[in-house]
T-cell receptor, first 111, second 115 residues
Framework: QKEVEQNSGPLSVPEGAIASLNCTYSDRGSQSFFWYRQYSGKSPELIMSIYSNGDKEDGRFTAQLNKASQYVSLLIRDSQPSDSATYLCAVRDSSASKIIFGSGTRLSIRP | GAVVSQHPSWVICKSGTSVKIECRSLDFQATTMFWYRQFPKQSLMLMAT?????????EQGVEKDKFLINHASLTLSTLTVTSAHPEDSSFYICSAHPGGVGELFFGEGSRLTVL
């Protein structure tokens, strides 16, 4: 059973601080990794995608991938109250046929 | 990013009736679309993979006769919940990707309430 694991949280971070979200996956052959943000009652929206080891930065967001450790993370700098949401880690499996989602980490940014 | 549209956004129906949800890719062709279900405070659960021109692939535990999927064109997939019961009440979300190994784009979701 291919799995994607996330800490469910809630993770509480003060406004302006860095929020760090972590994810591990079991399928060593996975090649594509994604972070989605989901507000309550809404469908997920793509935040970041990463395909190779290292860091990828986009504005206040940085995705980090370590395939050897089967670990992917998302850093949010200068956290804003609007960042409060559930963040879903997603991994395309080695067969490339489907994307598997973690259970999500609920992030709360406190003013 | 690519646009996926889902309709209706919410629907209320009586127990025993059938409900159809449409998923359209507006600016790309999608040979494959995915249907997810999400219960409150839970993660997305993949129900089935919709394949254009062929039968859908259902995940283990999902009743194919209850959740009928049709993918008749490269831009439209439909999910029909047949003989709906209150336990089918959930948030149903479709998704698609333009191809290759890129990211999924999600529709707005359809909230189904079965009375």
């Amino acid at each position: 059973q291919k799995e994607v694991e996330q800490n469910s949280g809630p993770l509480s971070v003060p406004e302006g601080a860095i929020a760090s979200l972590n994810c591990t996956y079991s399928d060593r052959g996975s090649q594509s990794f994604f972070w989605y943000r989901q507000y309550s009652g809404k469908s997920p929206e793509l935040i970041m995608s990463i395909y190779s080891n290292g860091d990828k930065e986009d504005g206040r967001f940085t995705a980090q991938l370590n395939k050897a450790s089967q670990y992917v993370s998302l850093l949010i700098r200068d956290s804003q109250p609007s960042d409060s949401a559930t963040y879903l880690c997603a991994v395309r499996d080695s067969s490339a046929s489907k994307i598997i989602f973690g259970s999500g980490t609920r992030l709360s940014i406190r003013p | 990013g690519a646009v996926v549209s889902q309709h209706p956004s919410w629907v209320i129906c009586k127990s025993g009736t059938s409900v159809k949800i449409e998923c359209r890719s507006l600016d790309f062709q999608a040979t494959t679309m995915f249907w997810y279900r999400q219960f409150p405070k839970q993660s997305l659960m993949l129900m089935a993979t919709s394949n254009e021109g062929s039968k859908a692939t259902y995940e283990q535990g999902v009743e194919k006769d209850k959740f009928l999927i049709n993918h008749a064109s490269l831009t439209l997939s439909t999910l029909t919940v047949t003989s709906a019961h209150p336990e089918d009440s959930s948030f149903y979300i479709c998704s698609a990707h333009p191809g290759g190994v890129g990211e999924l784009f999600f529709g707005e979701g359809s909230r189904l309430t079965v009375l």
